[in-house]
């Protein structure tokens, strides 16, 4: 611990973190702290770094360099169930386990393992989160594969809110679906945090999404973050990068072709 | 080109070569430390059976009646020729327990389960459902590798011996039916020619070719690239070496119980 007085460290912060594949730098030197409770969305082009950052916080991918606290804790202090069972993750594509039915897949750090409990209530909390996304009881004993995107999206939010974590990682939570769906997705997200009282950390390019969605933005471009800073002030921010990102120009210092 | 390219080529393919052996070594090592430690988890295995031993025996069974037919007829006119027609039964025997019965076995478990196990997990890879699992805290390596091999490791010997005994009676079909053979001195012989060495090769030749299979399977699977071609290569490169290794395996082990 530090001597300066802050009462609460940030929930999750990245200090110095690199991360090459092969030859190629994809994240040269990023810093980031995301205060408890907050959502910050990171956007950027695609191929910028986003799920890589994403997947070093929870330990998918080892950073070649740097440093990665969550709650004031270097990540690899500890134990590494106790670390994960404080995260829910919605992945892209939802990855919902397609030989399990749709409640065990929401119940499924609820079967096993030390968040363990008995069958019944498993599903109980399973179809209560179904509730929560909006989805009737009777999908629960469907399987994903039955299940239209928007559904499966839904689902795989289910799960990743199934054991009350305190942080959740949205990945490109709206890529694929129809507007509508879009922004029922972006409001539940809001929500949910919202309710749960949780931090959270989103990627997307997809601007609807990030004024949804966002406390603070952060944008990732060439390794590194651009521009930070709360969601009220990305317009207002005079970094061209940015500017061409969510107005979605073609001309600008990024370049189109990558 | 100068002198050296082709030195450079061959240097450059054995140290791939021992790579991929050092890869696989690890991968198993952790498969092995992962079976017996705990958490273990009983559905998978008693899935992994399923799949591997109970739904295999329709392949197994013919593969192994028609062999064995087609062996009893082919030691029969190769035995004319030096009038040893009535070895049928030993050599029929000996050939479907020492080899035939393990090889083949091996090899369809190969094609049935090697491959499956590899589509199913590079799918899994591709689509981020093993990331999933590591973020709710479950070990891939726990959760879909240990129960598979486990599951091969003790069903495949048994599969062997099925297709052992079924080989043995397509030969007993074949020569009592149409080569004239006595039925009961055909078995009388059988059983008296095998030795328990024979069969004890057998069994441990369908644990080794077990372990192979679901162990190809599994790390071709993990090991996957992305998209629909990275699961075609996963999927293609587990059984080739599946089916390779089973075969080494095979004439390493014949080596051990059978160079007196």
Redesign the interface.
């Known amino acids: 611990m530090t001597d300066t007085p802050t009462p609460l460290p940030p929930m999750i912060e990245l200090r110095h973190v690199a991360k090459s594949f092969g030859t190629k730098p994809v994240l040269r030197d990023v810093h980031m702290s995301i205060p408890r409770g907050t959502s910050m969305v990171i956007i950027g082009g695609s191929g910028t770094g986003k799920s890589v950052t994403l ?1 070093c916080v ?3 991918i080892e950073p070649d360099a740097g440093q990665i606290f969550v709650d004031g804790h270097d990540m690899h202090e500890g134990d590494r ?1 106790a670390f ?2 404080r ?3 919605l ?3 939802g ?4 030989s399990l039915p749709v409640w065990q897949n929401v119940a ?2 609820l079967l ?4 363990r409990r008995p069958k019944r209530e498993a599903r109980e909390i399973a179809i209560e989160k179904l509730r929560r996304v909006g989805l009737t009881p009777d999908v629960a004993d469907a399987f994903p594969a039955e299940l239209s995107g928007g559904m499966q999206k839904r689902v795989g939010l289910a ?1 990743a809110i199934a054991a009350d974590p305190e942080i959740i990682f949205f990945d490109e939570p709206t890529t694929g679906l129809d507007p509508i769906m879009a922004g029922v997705i972006n409001d539940l997200i809001r929500e949910i945090v919202t309710e749960m009282g949780a931090t959270a950390m989103t990627i997307t390019h997809d601007m609807s999404s990030v004024r949804a969605i966002a406390d603070d933005v952060a944008m990732l471009h060439d390794g590194v973050i651009k521009w930070t800073g709360p969601v009220a002030e990305m317009d207002r921010a005079a970094d061209p990068y940015l500017q061409q990102f969510i107005h979605g120009r073609a001309e600008g210092p990024i370049e189109a072709v990558r | 080109m100068s002198l050296a390219t082709p030195l450079a080529l061959i240097g450059r393919t054995v140290l791939r070569v021992l790579a991929a052996i050092g890869r696989v070594a690890i991968f198993a090592g952790a498969a092995i430390s992962h079976l017996v430690r705990p ?1 273990f ?1 009983a559905r998978e295995f008693l899935n992994a059976l399923l799949q591997i031993g109970w739904l295999s025996l329709p392949v197994v069974g013919l593969t192994a009646v028609f062999t064995g037919g087609a062996l009893a007829l082919q030691i029969y006119s190769g035995g004319a020729r030096f009038n040893a027609e009535a070895v049928v039964p030993q050599i029929v025997a000996i050939g479907m327990v020492r080899e035939l019965g393990p090889v083949l076995v091996g090899l369809m478990i190969a094609a049935r389960v090697t491959s499956s196990i590899a589509a199913e997990i590079a799918t ?1 890879k591709v ?3 093993i ?8 070990h891939p390596m726990k959760y879909l590798v240990a129960p598979r091999l486990l599951a091969a490791l003790i069903v495949v010997p048994l599969l062997v011996a099925v297709g052992d005994v079924i080989g043995i009676f397509g030969g007993y079909f074949v020569a009592t039916g149409s080569l004239g053979f006595n039925p009961a001195a055909y078995l009388e012989n059988t059983v008296d020619f095998l030795e328990p060495l024979d069969i004890v090769s057998s069994l441990v030749k369908g644990c080794a070719f077990g372990g192979i299979a679901a162990l190809m399977g599994c790390y071709y699977g993990m090991q996957s690239g992305r998209g629909a071609q990275g699961v075609g290569r996963a999927t293609k490169g587990s059984v080739e070496a599946a089916a390779v290794l089973i075969l080494a395996a095979n004439f390493l082990l014949t080596g051990v119980f059978f160079s007196i």
Not at chain 1, 95 to 98: E, G, K, N, V
Not at chain 2, 131 to 138: G, I
């Open positions: 997947k929870l330990g998918l169930d994960l069972a995260f829910g993750m992945f892209q594509g990855a919902l386990f397609d499924f750090r096993r393992g030390a968040l799960r | 958490p988890y899994m689509t981020e459902q990331d999933a699992l590591v973020t709710l805290s479950t």
